[in-house]
């Protein structure tokens, strides 16, 4: 569903392409909501129970921008469904209902709702329901400046000793880290049933106040570590995905603090880590590799498995890179299998325009898995890891947040999304289907051929994310084009040929093919694309992980923002075991694919 | 007939639809979503509709027999979302009916509750028989959608 209508890369600007989820039991509606979304130029996923919703949106964090619910349901309340959203996701909700009485509006409201619609809905009102999105976005960019503002405060106070503990924390449970991750993935489940209040006060975060925050967060951070932590942790000192509100909500034992501002807030200060990161970060150039599973369609489950980090003793020199105090210093993490990294992610095309570009290569052989976008259209390997994005438990941002920041900076600094991405040869396309690897995708990586790159070229194969909306099919026809074997056992540039066969996607692919952290450069080129048409609000994906999910941009043309040349060299080599959780964000990747199961 | 001859039927047709209150403005939303793409589409809604209020009317026909106890609470759920539905296509009397049902639940009237049930279904079927043929001559209009 979500690709229908949408199959020329968008080139609008915002708020075409908008992401919309539309939930609601009566087929009638949803038909209609559905076609009149499409006319706004929306792209629209239909449920038609609660459940699926949230399950949508959890396995596909920063897959949408906006939920659009009906207040009666059979499955679950529209009212619960609103909180779990806005808590878990923090995506702003629109109820609709043929009821319109005022006590119900003002219970939607409460609930957090954006806006209340009364059936029957008129195209004219759904065609502005992107400025909740906008809105939203706004408001966490300031927050994150009101935050930064606080921490600047702080670290001058205390000479960044947080940060630095990020580093301490970083160099050594690996093990913790793990557990941290799962930890956490059982703790967003508690957190789904605890949060019943109703209100989000807004809440003034001074600096005491966020002092007790940090704290809180980091130390939960120590106590728990989890792999998938480390991923996270790139972009913060702490593993803040692992990090729950409520645990933070306990620790820092604020009176009147409610869970909902902690999440909030933790979800800007994630931001704002990742920002931060992306600015120490912003020489090195980190090849991101992108490496899954060679089913694309994997369950979740199998790329978690992979997931581990393996980072090679190489590495461990790259180690923390850049994150400016804090991050965490991938030493060897690998706790899970290794050749499981290796593997090459290919997910399907995916026609969806966004995700993007979350370059955020902040350190040059970061072992950060961040970059999962592959598959997303254009997504440039993305050297940061913003970890945090994979979180998938806590609440995302999306990626609207921080566009505008973003924007500033790729224009200050193509490297930022490049990173990773030097030099890479920027070819006019628009099309940076990444990998092409069309959904065949177990052809294109075997794990023994990844062995072989032991050199640690990540291999990114991101199959054809055809950038920006391109169509599936455009994508899984070049992918057939492109004979993976090759890309994964060149470690250089030379992969570029394979893909040559097909359309510059392919050879997008091919540089996602990085075996030398040169050949690296210039593939991640690829990676360029989606950052370059970073159209307004939707570029902005340098943030950590899911953002770039987000990213929804429509069309991002790499030429713009990013320069190759300014991409340094890219270790690519986020090596080997760079292989992100994918299980978050895979399973958008394969946009097409599953959305058509949601649908 | 010749086309124009059926053109004229078909604006008169809708005419009277709207007049006498079957159809309301949201009818005209859903010709103006018609496209290329969807030429059938306010077709295809009601067809939709129709298939799924079977359903509704069968679960309030059963709820409503379901002596002594009729679970007015139900009732008016299930009122709820018909009329919810019937709204999407702009049905103006079948959700007339359906509003003064749940007065009539509120109320705790059960006899008022049958009635406007049977009145309710009435102007169901009633719509479905005028649309039907308006449909067909939309097709044989060559047309989809307004004149």
């Given at each position: 569903?979500m690709?229908n209508g949408?199959?020329s890369p ?18 009638t509606w ?5 076609k009149?979304l499409?006319?706004?130029s929306?792209?629209v996923?239909?449920c ?5 919703a949230l ?5 596909r964090?920063?897959?949408?921008d ?14 619960k469904?609103l909180?779990?959203?806005g ?6 909700v ?5 009821d319109?009485?005022?006590?119900r509006?003002m ?5 957090g ?6 059936k029957?809905?008129r ?12 809105r939203?976005?706004i408001h966490?960019v300031?927050?994150i400046e009101i935050?930064e503002?606080?921490?600047s405060?702080q670290m001058?106070r205390?000479?960044?000793d947080?940060y ?7 160099g050594?449970d690996?093990?913790?880290?793990k557990?941290?991750?799962d930890m956490?993935?059982?703790?967003d489940?508690k957190d789904?049933?605890d949060?019943?209040s109703t209100?989000?006060?807004?809440v003034?975060?001074s600096?005491e106040?966020h002092q007790?925050f940090?704290k809180a ?5 120590f106590?728990?570590t989890?792999?998938?932590?480390f991923?996270r ?6 593993c803040?995905?692992?990090?729950g509100p409520?645990k933070?909500l306990d ?7 409610t ?16 920002r931060?990161?992306?600015g120490n970060?912003?020489?090195n150039?980190v090849?991101m590799?992108?490496?899954?599973d060679?089913?694309l369609s994997?369950s979740?489950?199998?790329f978690?498995s992979?997931?581990s ?5 190489t ?10 105090g804090?991050s ?10 290794h050749?499981g990294?290796?593997?090459i ?7 969806e325009p ?5 370059v955020?290569a902040?350190n040059?052989?970061k072992?950060r898995i961040?970059?999962?976008e ?10 940061e ?12 941002k999306?990626p609207?947040?921080?566009?505008p920041?973003i ?15 030097s ?5 006019g396309?628009k099309q940076?289907t990444?990998?092409d690897?069309?959904q065949?995708?177990?052809?294109i990586?075997s794990?023994?051929s990844l062995?072989?790159?032991e050199?640690g070229?990540p291999?990114k194969?991101?199959?054809?994310r055809?950038?920006?909306g391109?169509?599936?099919?455009h994508?899984?026809?070049?992918a057939?084009?492109v004979?993976?074997?090759?890309l994964q056992?060149k470690?250089n540039?030379?992969?570029?040929q394979?893909s040559?066969t ?8 091919n540089?996602?093919?990085?075996t ?5 450069r ?9 950052l370059a048409?970073?159209d307004?609000g939707l570029q902005?994906c340098f943030v950590?992980g899911?953002?770039?999910m987000n990213?929804?941009l ?11 040349s ?5 270790p690519?080599?986020l090596?080997?075991?760079?292989r992100?959780?994918y299980?978050?964000y895979?399973?958008t990747?394969y946009?097409?694919?599953d959305?058509s199961?949601?649908i | 007939?010749d ?5 004229h039927?078909?604006?008169?047709m809708?005419k009277s639809l709207?007049?006498q209150g079957?159809l ?7 010709e103006?979503l018609?496209?290329?793409a ?9 067809t939709?509709f129709?298939s799924?209020s079977a359903?509704f009317i069968?679960n309030?026909?059963q ?5 002594p106890n009729?679970d007015f ?7 709820h979302?018909?009329k919810g539905?019937?709204s999407?296509?702009?049905?103006k009397?079948?959700?007339k ?6 007065e009539c639940c509120s109320?705790?009237?059960i006899?008022?509750?049958i009635?406007?049930f049977?009145?309710?279904?009435q102007?169901?079927a009633?719509?479905r028989?005028?649309l039907?043929?308006y449909f067909?001559l939309?097709k044989?209009?060559g ?5």
């Open positions: 569903m690709e949408f199959s968008r080139n609008d600007s915002f708020p075409a392409g908008l992401r919309v989820l539309v939930v609601d039991d009566d087929p949803l038909k209609i909501l559905e009149m499409k006319k706004c929306y792209e996923t239909t038609g129970l609660a459940r699926d399950n949508l949106l959890r396995e964090k920063g897959g949408y906006i939920v659009i619910s009906d207040v009666y349901m059979p499955d679950m309340d529209g009212f469904l909180e779990h959203v808590l878990e996701m923090d995506l702003p629109i109820m609709m209902s043929v319109g009485e005022t006590s509006v219970k939607g409201v409460q609930h709702a954006c806006d209340y619609l009364l029957p809905i195209m004219k009102e759904l065609r502005n329901i992107w400025q909740h999105v906008f939203k976005k966490e300031r927050d935050l503002g606080i921490e405060f001058t205390n000479g960044s947080q630095e503990d990020g580093h301490f924390l970083c050594e690996l093990t913790s880290i557990k941290r991750k956490e993935s059982k703790h489940e789904i049933g949060n019943t209100k989000k006060a807004r003034v975060w600096v106040l007790k940090v967060v980091n130390q939960i951070g106590d728990t989890s792999l998938s932590c991923y942790a790139m972009t913060s000192n702490v803040l995905a692992e990090v409520k933070i620790l820092m034992n604020v009176p009147r603090l869970r909902e501002n902690v999440a909030s807030h933790l979800q800007k200060y994630r931001l704002y880590l990742s931060l990161q992306k970060d912003f020489n150039p090849g590799i992108k490496q899954s060679s089913p994997d979740v489950g199998s978690g992979h997931n980090i393996n980072l090679q003793p590495d461990v020199s790259n180690g923390c890179y850049g994150f400016s804090s965490l210093v991938l030493h060897n993490v690998d706790p899970r299998s050749d990294d290796r593997k992610l290919v997910t399907t095309p995916v026609a966004k995700r993007g570009l979350t955020d902040p040059p052989r072992p961040s970059q999962m592959f598959g997303r259209p254009l997504a440039p390997p993305r050297s890891v913003n970890f945090s994005t994979f979180d998938s438990s806590l609440p995302t999306y609207w947040c921080g566009i920041e924007r500033l900076k790729q224009e200050h600094n193509p490297l930022h999304f490049n990173d990773g991405f030099h890479l040869p920027m070819p396309q940076l990444r990998a690897y069309p065949p995708a177990p052809a990586i794990p023994p062995t072989e790159r050199t070229c291999v194969i991101k199959p054809s055809n950038d920006y391109s169509n599936a099919s994508v899984s026809s070049t057939s084009a004979d993976p074997i090759p056992t470690t540039s030379t992969n570029h394979v040559s097909s359309s510059m996607e392919n050879q997008g692919l540089m996602n093919c990085l030398d952290v040169e050949s690296s210039k593939n991640i080129n690829l990676g360029m694309p989606p048409t970073l307004e902005v950590p899911d953002y770039y990213l929804g429509q069309n991002i043309e790499v030429p713009e923002y990013f320069d190759p300014l991409l340094t060299d890219v690519i080599h090596n080997d075991g760079l992100f959780d299980e978050f895979d399973p990747e946009s097409l694919i959305q199961l949601f | 007939m086309r124009k001859q059926l053109q039927q078909l604006a008169y809708r709207f007049d079957y309301d403005d949201q009818f005209n939303q859903l103006d018609q496209d290329e969807n030429p059938n589409f306010v077709e295809e809604v009601v939709l129709y799924d359903r069968q309030i026909e709820a409503m027999i379901k002596k009729i609470g139900k009732l008016d759920d299930y009122m979302q018909f539905s019937s999407s296509f702009g049905a009397k079948v959700k009916e359906c509003s003064q049902f749940r109320a705790g009237n006899e008022g509750c009635k406007t049977q009145q309710l279904k102007e169901h009633t719509l028989r005028k039907e043929t067909q939309v044989q209009a047309i989809a959608g307004r004149t």
